[in-house]
Antibody, heavy 121, light 110 residues
Framework: QLQLQESGPGLVKPSETLSLTCSVS??????????WGWIRQTPGKGLEWIGT???????NYNPSLKSRVTISVDTSKNQFSLKLSSVTAADTAVYCC?????????????WGKGTTVTVSS | QTVVTQEPSFSVSPGGTVTLTCGLS?????????PSWFHQTPGQAPRTLIY???TRSSGVPDRFSGSILGNKAALTITGAQADDESDYYC??????????FGGGTKLTVL
């Protein structure tokens, strides 16, 4: 059974870069059937799709975050990562990784439990 | 900016039927958006209930069903149970590997 596990610092200082990793177990990240992505949930804005990556490395980002987001994949470690630069308190959220199916059904079928990241000095 | 709209809250009596909707700030939701629905309980990973408009995920009870009603996607819960009380979210596929979430509906069963 596929499982996703987020890891990374729970506290990031303002203006610094948030870095999280999602480790995939029980399946290969190198599948043509899936995107791998990040979502966050904040009290104020609800759920927000951040972006996805294909195992080849091609990415898609939320336009509102695109200038600050980088998602990368490491197929040798079966994991993918999120970097969000120049963070502010508004980036405080629960960050969750998820697997998304590609054609013919486009939806998120496996989720991690999420990790809380607080932006504070 | 695409905005996906959902009712902020809804209440249903045990055993009752409730329909939650998912719309677009401009335009209509169709099957081409591959609407999916999931719920999330505190401390747990989100769980997808319905995908591609009306397909139930494995293990999801058949009291959950999805459809297109008018210009919106809809999630109907028939015979609501106490443990259906949760936050329900819709997600729309916007093409090219991108998605947009709705704001979620807090469902109360009482």
């Amino acid at each position: 059974q596929l499982q996703l596990q987020e890891s990374g610092p729970g506290l990031v200082k303002p203006s610094e870069t948030l870095s999280l990793t999602c480790s995939v177990s029980g399946g290969s990240i190198s599948s043509s059937s899936y995107y791998w992505g990040w979502i966050r949930q904040t009290p104020g804005k609800g759920l927000e799709w951040i972006g996805t990556i294909y195992y080849s490395g091609s990415t898609n980002y939320n336009p509102s975050l695109k200038s600050r987001v980088t998602i990368s994949v490491d197929t040798s470690k079966n994991q993918f990562s999120l970097k969000l630069s120049s963070v502010t308190a508004a980036d405080t959220a629960v960050y969750c990784c998820a697997r998304s199916l590609r054609y013919p059904n486009y939806y998120m079928d496996v989720w991690g439990k999420g990790t809380t990241v607080t932006v504070s000095s | 900016q695409t905005v996906v709209t959902q009712e902020p809250s809804f209440s249903v009596s045990p055993g009752g039927t409730v329909t939650l909707t998912c719309g677009l700030s401009s335009g209509s939701v169709s099957t081409s958006y591959y609407p999916s629905w999931f719920h999330q309980t505190p401390g747990q990973a989100p769980r997808t209930l319905i995908y591609s408009t009306n397909t139930r995920s494995s293990g999801v009870p058949d009291r959950f069903s999805g459809s297109i009603l008018g210009n919106k996607a809809a999630l109907t819960i028939t015979g609501a149970q106490a443990d259906d009380e949760s936050d329900y979210y819709c997600v729309l596929y916007m093409g090219s590997g991108t998605w947009v979430f709705g704001g979620g509906t807090k469902l109360t069963v009482l």
